[in-house]
């Protein structure tokens, strides 16, 4: 099959963040293309009865060294942001009104606004905050900030996170590959085989 490959996150995810840095070439390399489907955690957290990692004992701790490990190991930058966890939905409304025009330029924002929250530590929650990442990328500001609270929107968000879900998206990054799953950050070398045929 030669399907997308199919990258859910949110923007408060740190393990997303990391996974943003390299989906796209592991699948392009594979002959194959990258959907990026942003999502709410919090929304499925009330599903799956699920919290945030770092507020998890013990779980907490590795999760934030490991993330300080990851940024060594990958050469990417990392701040803990604080405030953490965010709301995302300005971030996630502001890229979906970027992708049906442009999924590139979506692509772009989304690593900026990741950039931005965990490379920098600058919290990226408001709408003006939002408009601020995607104005260097030529975005019209005034423009964005309008269908960020446009109702369609908003909408829009709703039912992708609700698709999401429906799909059996359980956590972030989660990726789904001509209908099998793959959870986490780690599991990229997993999805490169069963492109390949190597694992089916």
Sequence with gaps: MSDPVKFYFDFSSPYSYFAAQKIDFTVEACGRTCEWKPFLLGALFKVTNSQPLTTIPMKGDYCRHDWERMSKMMDIAWTMPDPFPIPTQAAARAFY???????????????????????????????????????????????????????????????????????????APFFIVDGEGFWGNDRLWMIKRWIKGEAA
């Design 97 to 171: 009104w970027l992708n049906d025009d442009n999924p590139d330029l979506a692509k772009s924002f989304a690593k900026a606004a990741f950039a931005r929250y965990f490379g920098e530590g600058r919290d990226i929650t408001s709408a003006d905050a939002i408009a601020e990442v995607a104005a260097p990328l030529g975005v019209d500001q005034d423009a964005l900030l309008a269908a960020v609270n446009d109702d369609a929107v908003k909408q829009r968000l709703k039912d992708e996170t609700a698709a999401a879900i429906d799909a059996g998206v359980f956590g």
